[in-house]
């Protein structure tokens, strides 16, 4: 069964750090271009940064930059979310998914594969 495994999330206090996993079993990630999504309640998914098979990255949602990077070890077949300096604005489920296609995409049809989710609250 393929599936995706995100943790590492919890409740942080603003300007607090957390690091994010998504590891997959069934599959290897070496394969694929990987996306972090959040969704806050009431809003749209949105993407917010992409690490490529090859291992470039793009960041799809401005406020998040020089805040958070990803990175992955294919080694561990897990893909990483380091965020820092985080904010309340944060607070939102985190998803990583997995896209077979041509590149890195913000663009959530793109990805074949999506974990179940991490909760993050930024909150004093």
């Known amino acids: 069964q393929l599936q995706l495994v995100e943790s590492g999330g919890g409740l942080v206090q603003p300007g607090g750090s957390l690091r994010l996993s998504c590891a997959a079993s069934g599959f290897t990630l070496d394969y694929y271009h990987i996306g972090w999504f959040r969704q806050a309640p009431g809003k749209e998914r949105e993407g917010v940064l992409c690490v490529t098979k090859g291992g470039a990255s793009a960041t799809y949602t401005d406020s998040v930059k020089g805040r958070f990077t990803i990175s992955r070890d294919n080694a561990k077949n897990t893909v990483y979310l380091q965020m820092n300096s985080l904010k309340p604005e944060d607070t939102a489920v985190y998803y990583c998914?997995?896209?077979?296609?041509?590149?890195?995409?913000?663009?959530?049809?793109?990805?074949?594969?999506w974990g179940q989710g991490t909760q993050v609250t930024v909150s004093s």
């Open positions: 998914a997995a896209s077979g296609r041509v590149g890195c995409s913000k663009m959530a049809y793109m990805y074949d594969y």
